[in-house]
């Protein structure tokens, strides 16, 4: 599968062509563009004791299916077959005359004190089921997240790459005037709900990021009237501070692939550099010695690269060094000024933001700089992070008249489409994406 920065396009056959010769379901990442694919979610069966539930997970995973801007649900006022019993057969002539080309039905069930879903998914004009039902199990506050699990598994077996949909999403919430800004961590569902605050507001918080397991929190703290790093514990709310040092301010920090390595920037006597830091053995590594500014880094996915921001050429541009340090590459080279790069999970791109000719873009762009593309434009764009499959990036938006409120926007990498704002109470910043959860 050649994957670049890729739009969909589907795979599939004319509803005339018999199912003795049809092609499997799949969208494949290829250079065309096309319409998203058609499927139709049907609201799954209760079968004792779901309640609102049925419908509720139905809508979401429906959400979440079209949200990837790769699927359009058919409507459900246009079915002309209904699913009452989730162990019956396919009545495929049905769904092929509205012209469904993938089918998912689902059973919920309340079984003592847990919440039973179960789902499956067919090819509808091969005729086929695609892959073995799952099921999933939970209390019943956690539906959201069953719902998340049934779009990622239907999300990955059409397109044959990982979800992204039961993840989460630290982030800066905002809220009061924008001359007396109170800023607090947070945590949220993807797509917006279950917005968690971790710290209080008493101090001003920048850049967090989530561990590789998703079980620890960096972010940048004020606390102390100058920044410095703190690592948080997500469970327990435990915090520590990082590295500090009296005359050092230290900002922008981010796990190694292992989760045992920070690497963060420096200042100090008015030069700023990268270092790493042993969080095992507290042992501190300087990586870049330039007098000049080195902020921004981030790992490569295998750990053996770094790529960060660098105003050593006279303009702030985007590098990549060896992660033990050593000389470094520049790998931008286009017009305008770049930022805030951070490596994909898959490997292939790296985000960045630009500034050129008075807007604010997000783009990515190959590991060696080729094949730059930029997915955005707007007043203030800025801060991508990628999503656990290296297909969505989602970032700070600010809009010009807006009284400096900023939301969260999703964009998928190849451009395809309008970015979409994240429903949320209140301002947004610096978002920083999960793996997805265990």
């Keep these: 599968m050649r ?8 795979l599939l056959v004319l509803a005339a062509a018999p199912p003795a010769v049809a092609q499997p379901l799949r969208i494949q990442i290829t250079e065309g563009v096309i319409e998203p694919l058609p499927i139709a979610v049907p609201i799954f069966v209760d079968e004792g004791g779901a309640g609102q539930a049925a419908a509720d997970i139905t ?19 246009a079915h002309i077959a209904r699913i009452a019993d989730f162990n019956a057969p396919v009545s495929y002539p049905d769904w092929r005359a509205i012209n469904a080309q993938g089918l998912v039905t689902g059973a919920v069930s309340r079984q003592g004190d847990r919440l039973v879903v179960k789902f499956r998914l067919f090819d509808v004009f091969s005729g086929q089921q695609m892959g073995e039902g799952l099921q999933f199990a939970g209390t019943p506050q956690s539906w959201r997240r069953m719902a998340h699990k049934v779009a990622d598994a239907v999300y990955s077996r059409i397109t044959g790459e990982g979800g992204y949909f039961d993840s989460r999403v630290v982030f800066v919430l905002e809220s009061g005037p924008k001359n007396a800004r109170v800023k607090r961590l947070a945590v949220m569902d993807y797509d917006g709900a279950n917005v968690q605050a971790l710290t209080d507001g008493s101090a001003i918080v920048l850049a967090p990021r ?15 009237g100058f920044p410095q790093i703190v690592l948080m514990d997500v469970a327990t709310g435990a915090r520590q501070r990082l590295g500090e040092q009296p005359g ?19 200042a100090q006597g008015g030069n700023t550099d990268i270092y790493a830091l042993d969080l095992g053995s507290g042992r501190r590594t300087r990586l870049t010695s330039a007098p000049s500014i080195e902020t921004g880094p981030s790992y490569s996915p295998d750990g053996r690269e770094i790529v960060f921001e660098s105003d050593r050429a006279g303009t702030q541009q985007i590098y990549i060094m060896p992660a033990a340090g050593g000389e470094p590459r520049r790998i931008s080279r286009g017009e305008g000024r770049y930022g805030t790069p951070v490596w994909s999970p898959r490997g292939d791109l790296i985000a960045f933001t630009k500034q050129l000719g008075g807007r604010f873009h997000i783009g990515v762009m190959r590991t060696d700089g080729s094949e730059e593309r930029l997915l955005t434009s707007s007043f203030l764009d800025e801060g991508p992070t990628w999503a656990p499959n290296g297909r969505v990036v989602m970032f700070t938006r600010e809009q010009a008249g807006e009284g400096g409120v900023p939301g969260l926007y999703i964009v998928d990498i190849t ?7 994240i429903p949320m109470q209140g301002g947004a910043s610096d978002p920083a994406w999960s793996p997805l959860l265990p």
């Design 3 to 10: 994957v670049c920065g890729a739009i969909a396009a589907v």
């Design 59 to 77: 809508r979401l995973v429906i959400a979440d299916l079209e949200g990837s801007g790769l699927f359009r649900a058919v409507p459900q006022a």
């Design 210 to 224: 989530f561990s590789p397991a998703g079980d620890r929190i960096l972010y940048t703290s004020y606390e102390s």
């Design 248 to 266: 050092e301010m230290t900002f922008a920090p981010r796990f190694s692939p292992d989760g045992r390595t920070v690497v963060f920037s420096l």
């Design 415 to 421: 451009g395809r489409g309008e970015p979409r704002r």
